[in-house]
């Protein structure tokens, strides 16, 4: 079984500042993607950066970037230059490569940037 | 192109009572997806359809839930009858492939009382 764990329920960042939410997973398969999922308040979720578990060099999308460690089984985001459209609740994911259709979700973490 | 829509935004119940929740998938995918998140806790498979067949339904809670997806093209997500625990976010989400361009919609919070 796939679990995914947030356990930074809530957090907050100045604006422009850096911050990183963790994120651990626990599977036993060797092939898999990885996922950060932004919901601001009220809005559909969406997808803001993704990594294949068999690339070592860890994904960027502008201001965002993970650390993915994959023995210690870790995925964390930084998010750089926070902005106040930021403000979401965040959700790490993970999806088996070759089987998968469905992804596990952690819990979240709240996300407030202030100005 | 319109995203995946899903109505009701909000929907209060009694117990007791059956609730049924509607996604639109963009046009042209397949895959349709249900989650659902209950307060505080991580957001969890239900199932997935391709086309209009149960892919895998291996996340539904019990018989108290049905789903459907009338050729093809929307999805609902029936609650008969709706039980405290059903309280949450619900989720849909669409795609063409299984591993990219998932769209999700904005969700549809179920509160029964």
């Known amino acids: 079984a796939q679990t995914v764990t947030q356990s930074q329920p809530e957090m907050s960042v100045q604006e422009a500042e850096t911050v990183t939410l963790s994120c651990t997973y626990d599977?036993?398969?060797?092939?898999?993607?990885l996922f950060w999922y932004k919901q601001p308040p009220s809005r559909q979720m969406i997808l803001v950066i993704r990594?294949?578990?068999?690339?070592?060099q860890n994904a960027t999308e502008n201001r965002f970037s993970v650390n993915f460690q994959k023995a210690a089984k870790s995925f964390s985001l930084k998010i750089s230059d926070s902005q106040l459209g930021d403000t979401a609740m965040y959700f790490c994911?993970?999806?088996?490569?070759?089987?998968?259709?469905?992804?596990?979700f952690g819990t979240g973490t709240s996300l407030t940037v202030i100005p | 192109e319109a995203g995946v829509t899903q109505f009701p935004s909000h929907s209060v119940i009694e117990k007791g009572q059956t609730v049924t929740l509607r996604c639109d998938p963009i046009?042209?995918?397949?895959?349709l997806y249900w989650y659902r998140r209950v307060m505080g806790k991580e957001i969890k498979f239900l199932l997935h359809?391709?086309?209009?067949?149960?892919?895998?339904e291996s996340g539904m809670p019990n018989n108290r839930f049905l789903a459907e997806r009338t050729g093809g093209t929307y999805s609902t997500l029936k609650v008969q009858p709706a039980e405290l625990e059903d309280s949450g976010v619900y989720f849909c989400?669409?795609?063409?492939?299984?591993?990219?361009?998932?769209?999700f919609g904005s969700g549809t919070r179920l509160t029964v009382v």
């Open positions: 989400a669409s795609s063409q492939g299984t591993y990219y361009g998932y769209t």
């Open positions: 599977t036993s398969e060797n092939n898999y993607y």
């Open positions: 990594q294949e578990a068999y690339k070592q």
């Open positions: 994911a993970f999806m088996k490569l070759y089987t998968g259709n469905q992804f596990y």
């Open positions: 046009s042209g995918h397949d895959n």
């Open positions: 359809f391709v086309k209009e067949s149960k892919q895998d």
